[in-house]
Nanobody, 124 residues
Framework: VQLQASGGGLVQPGGSLTLSCAAS????????IGWFRQAPGKEREGVSC????????VYADSVKGQFTFSKDDAKNTVYLQMNSLEPEDTAVYYC??????????????????WGQGTLVTVSS
């Protein structure tokens, strides 16, 4: 099983990025999926998550209206569209998947499979 996160980079404040997470070895539509981030010196936090049975997405309060979770089942890929980025959004962003969760839950310990992370740096 492999989750390949990509799309990170350096962006100016107010800019946008779209992260991708492509899966191999599992079919994402049958999994709970989450996007997480970890800033330097901070704990990993949930950004947006969805369950395998409920198509609604859970967003952290800090990113509501700013980030959008989407997926392409045909490509077995999920995305995180990030708009109006600010320096506090700087972090390594991870995607994760779990086959057991029924309800969306953005608690990192609940996820079984993790990608390697992609670095997002917001700076002028």
């Amino acid at each position: 099983v492999q989750l390949q996160a990509s799309g990170g980079g350096l962006v100016q404040p107010g800019g946008s990025l779209t992260l991708s997470c492509a899966a191999s070895g599992i079919t994402l539509k049958y999994y709970a999926i989450g996007w997480f981030r970890q800033a330097p010196g901070k704990e990993r936090e949930g950004v947006s998550c969805t369950s395998r049975s409920d198509p609604s997405h859970v967003y952290a309060d800090s990113v509501k209206g700013q980030f959008t979770f989407s997926k392409d089942d045909a490509k077995n890929t999920v995305y995180l569209q990030m708009n109006s980025l600010e320096p506090e959004d700087t972090a390594v962003y991870y995607c994760a998947a779990d086959p057991r969760m029924v309800a969306a839950d953005c608690k990192p310990p609940r996820y079984h499979y993790w990608g390697q992370g992609t670095l997002v740096t917001v700076s002028s």
